[in-house]
């Protein structure tokens, strides 16, 4: 009997030892991190730059810019394979943790989209000081919320190379009524739940609309729980969010990338209104079929499960929508050098 116990124990390290071989290797990514502080609008930020292993310096560089949520730089390693594909392009890439994630100092609760707007441009003062970082190769890349951020930086900035925007928003209002009723249909609400929710989202804007304080939000009862006095004071600053006005003063090439089966954002309104604003010669939209919000392959994102975990681990590129990486390594090699208008 205690040999056959041994026998287990034995057949059961190999196999832990194999998983744990699979486990390193799918997550080795040809990069090379490296930790950097980078002093910011208002606090330093702690950042990951994400080097080639290999190709002439200096690289180019994509600055990624988050989405909603308390994100750390890596976006819990969600961003690291995109790092790779620009890396293969001979791109680095830098991240940040948001003000007040991982121990970094702020609160991003208390940012405006005009505050993470500076808050990038600090970023690209810092990439055009460091030898290894070519100044005239730079180029942003953003997710969601990043849509009311990236359009400011590149109006400002036409030298950019490029823009890259997935997923993003046209006004912060219809966007979140539209992710509501999706959320809800996905659910198969019914038509009295359905109008519950819009009766209290409607009171909420009129709450945001008046400016009331965080106590009279609280009071009003329309959410149970209710969202957090950061929160409140996050949505009251933002609401009013629209990037309408900034779409036509961008001047770098853009790249739009949608999901098809995007729960949070009308894709639809945004590739209308982006091709209606930026001239044909300067926008490139990529719909991914069965892709969500992040271009992961929705049924992975919107079912989350053991399958989404195993993926994650075992084969974490293959979260994303066939194609989806090697677009955005194609996309930047084939960007010419841009000289400031």
């Known amino acids: 009997m205690l040999r056959v116990c041994l026998r287990v124990i034995a057949v059961c390290c190999l196999v832990a030892a194999a998983l744990g071989a699979v486990v390193v290797v799918a997550n080795h990514f040809a990069i090379t991190e490296e930790h950097v502080e980078i002093p910011g609008s208002a606090q330093p930020l702690e950042a990951i730059l994400a080097l080639p292993t290999g190709g002439e310096k200096p690289h ?5 810019v988050h989405g909603d949520g308390p994100a750390d730089a890596s976006r819990d390693s969600f961003y690291r394979p995109l790092w790779e594909s620009f890396a293969r392009a001979g791109y680095a890439s830098v991240s940040w943790n948001k003000p007040g994630v991982e121990g970094a ?93 819009l009766r209290r989202r409607a009171e909420s804007v009129r709450l945001l609309r008046a400016g009331a304080d965080y106590g009279r939000y609280v009071a009003s009862g329309i959410d149970d729980p209710p969202m957090s006095a950061d929160r409140w004071r996050f949505v009251r600053t933002n609401y009013t969010s629209d990037a309408m006005s900034q779409l036509a003063r961008i001047k770098v090439p853009v790249l739009l990338v949608l999901g098809a089966e995007d729960r949070n954002v009308d894709v639809a309104e945004t590739e209308r209104v982006y091709r209606a604003r930026l001239s044909p010669n300067q926008l490139t939209v990529q719909t991914f079929a069965d892709a ?35 677009s955005l390594r194609r996309f930047v090699e084939t960007q010419p050098e841009r000289t400031t208008p």
């Open 60 to 64: 180019g560089l994509v600055v990624f």
């Open 105 to 197: 100092q702020g609160n991003w609760l208390h940012q405006s989209m005009h505050d993470r707007a500076v808050e990038t441009e600090a970023v690209l003062t810092w990439a055009r000081s460091r030898g290894d970082i070519d100044p005239h190769r730079i180029g942003l890349w953003g997710i969601s919320q990043a849509g009311w951020v990236l359009p400011e930086v590149a109006a400002l900035h036409p030298e950019l190379r490029f823009m890259i925007l997935v997923g993003p928003a046209i006004n912060w209002l219809r966007q979140g009524e539209y992710n509501l009723l999706a959320e809800l249909r996905a659910q198969r609400a019914g038509d009295p739940e359905i109008a519950a929710a």
């Open 292 to 326: 969500s919000h992040s271009i992961a392959k929705a049924p992975l994102d919107h079912h989350q499960g053991v399958r989404s975990f195993l993926v994650a681990v075992f084969a974490p590129r293959s979260l994303y929508a066939p194609g989806y990486l090697d």
